[in-house]
């Protein structure tokens, strides 16, 4: 009875170590360099796409404080043209990211406070510190990816 035992104990867990697990990853960015973020959110994307193409399943967050907070900004106006143009683009990246690919985007709080980040995109979820999320989501088995 206790040989049927393990060895009942052994197949599940290699059945149970063989299922398909989402790839979970958070990308954090901080950083304020706009043309540096755009680049990872692009990448960001392929790496999607990639998994998609290879039948895997995935789970992305983005969280966006410090000086990467701008680019959450609703009201553009307050920023000069060629900023907001290119802030303008991330933003179409996120949404893309959001709407096709499935991607949380995650704004902290105490960051838009300090940048007086008046309003957000809706498809943008405003939470109260994002290290809070960094550690949550680490904690639950997401690889953390700095930008």
Not at 28 to 44: E, F, K, P, T
Not at 98 to 122: F, H, Q, T
Not at 132 to 138: A, D, N, R, Y
Request: proline share 4%; aromatic share 10%.
């Amino acid at each position: 009875m206790r040989k049927i035992f393990l060895l009942l104990t052994l197949i599940f867990s290699l059945t149970y170590s063989q299922e398909a697990r989402p790839l979970k990853a958070v990308f954090d960015c901080a950083v304020g360099d706009l043309n540096w973020i755009s680049l990872r959110l692009s990448l960001i994307k392929k790496t999607a796409e990639s998994l998609i193409r290879e039948g895997k399943d995935y789970r992305f967050v983005i969280t966006i404080h410090s000086y990467c907070i701008p680019i959450v900004e609703k009201n553009l106006k307050k920023f000069p043209k060629k900023k907001a143009k290119k802030i303008e683009f991330i933003q179409s990246q996120l949404r893309t990211l959001k709407e096709l690919y499935n991607v949380e985007v995650k704004a902290c709080r105490i960051a838009m406070d300090r940048g007086k980040i008046s309003s957000i995109p809706e498809f943008i979820e405003a939470v109260p510190n994002s290290w809070i999320t960094l550690i949550e989501l680490q904690n639950s088995g997401f690889a953390f990816v700095p930008f």
